[in-house]
């Protein structure tokens, strides 16, 4: 006759991976649309947002663009930009510089800007508090151990203290002009 264990102490980690990571695809194309269209909103938006926060890797790299044309004192908009994405096949799978157009013909009133803004910012929040709960897990079911449980909890408040006062988990030593800006 077997033994069969009464609890199953398998890590039960697939679990913890939602089915679609929290995203909003057309408050990201909304807000770019708004910035292409109008400089100035971008006045309006969160400090913090940042490239890194877009779910579409593109439209992180648009937004960049965007905001570093800003930053230097000139136009971020589809014309100019359209030559900076030539050669990025995103670009070119999402129509070029007809989608950039399709951004600034459905953008919506600059007004709007900071409430996309915040969208986007909460979403990657998400996100993030989504990642590191899965490292969490993993680290607790199969981590180190030689590291004790006090630890463990220790890394994890101070990824997600990190994560509440900057945006994003610490990723380590940061070039000094990163830091600045």
Avoid: C, W
Wanted: charged share 25%.
């Amino acid at each position: 006759m077997a033994l069969v264990p009464a609890i199953d102490l398998r890590p039960r980690l697939p679990e913890l991976v939602p089915a679609a990571a929290p995203s909003n695809l057309e408050a990201e194309q909304a807000l770019l649309g708004v910035l292409l269209y109008d400089n100035a909103a971008y006045e309006r938006i969160h400090d913090r947002l940042a490239g890194v926060h877009f779910f579409e890797p593109f439209h992180g790299r648009l937004f960049s663009a965007i905001e570093g044309a800003i930053r230097r004192g000139q136009l971020g908009e589809p014309i100019l930009l359209a030559e900076q994405f030539s050669r990025d096949p995103a670009f070119q799978e999402l129509g070029g510089i007809r989608y950039l157009a399709d951004l600034v013909d459905r953008a919506p009133a600059a007004a709007n800007a900071s409430d996309y803004a915040r969208a986007i910012y909460d979403l990657a929040l998400r996100r993030e508090l989504i990642r590191i709960g899965g490292d969490i897990a993993a680290d607790a079911a199969v981590g180190d151990p030689e590291a004790s449980a006090r630890e463990q909890i220790e890394r994890a408040e101070q990824q997600l203290y990190t994560l509440a006062e900057t945006g994003s988990a610490s990723t380590g030593f940061k070039t000094f002009d990163t830091a600045l800006s």
